[in-house]
């Protein structure tokens, strides 16, 4: 199975990534996805389960910045919400747009993840800038496309890297 496709970590929504595990994993900028991962796709405000958890993972030393296919406003919207930089037609699976974000926190590829809802575009883009994946169940489905595409997704949602952790990690 392909390494690019396959996450490091999954979970069920973006506000269980805590602050103490990035901490732990040594990660000091988190990437964020936006369709689906921090809000459904055309919404234009953010929960605030989701602006609280971001709080909580700055204040825990945790740089954010959003990385973005969007080619709209939606980005720079909940980048304004949220107080972070953000990145928008990034063009993933390309890794262009994580590696701007990298260069724009001034952080190595090891010491940074990104977190988003899809393999074939985060995932991809994640593994190929060296960056830790960590994935997350897609909010909504609102069109059937977007089901099809997750159903396609299934095996490699599936299956995670095992050869980074530490015996601690994998105990969480
Ligand atoms: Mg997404």
Do not use: C
Request: zero cysteines.
């Amino acid at each position: 199975m392909s390494f690019f496709l396959i996450p490091e970590r999954k979970f069920q929504k973006v506000q269980d990534i805590s602050p103490e595990l990035l901490t732990k994993m040594g990660v000091r900028l988190l990437i964020l996805d936006v369709d689906n991962t921090i809000a459904p796709y055309k919404t234009l405000t953010l929960e605030s389960s989701v602006t609280d958890w971001a709080e909580r993972v700055r204040a825990a030393g945790v740089e954010l910045t959003i990385v973005s296919n969007n080619k709209g406003r939606r980005p720079e919207i909940f980048a304004g919400l949220l107080g972070v930089p953000y990145i928008k037609r990034a063009g993933k699976p390309s890794p262009r747009g994580v590696r701007e974000a990298l260069r724009l926190a001034g952080v190595e590829p090891r010491d940074a993840a990104l977190a988003g809802d899809q393999i074939y575009t985060d995932t991809i883009a994640a593994n190929l800038a060296g960056v830790r994946m960590l994935l997350v169940e897609p909010i909504k489905f609102t069109n059937p496309f977007l089901a099809i595409r997750y159903f396609l997704e299934l095996p490699f949602r599936h299956e995670r890297r095992r050869k980074s952790f530490s015996a601690k990690e994998l105990d969480q």
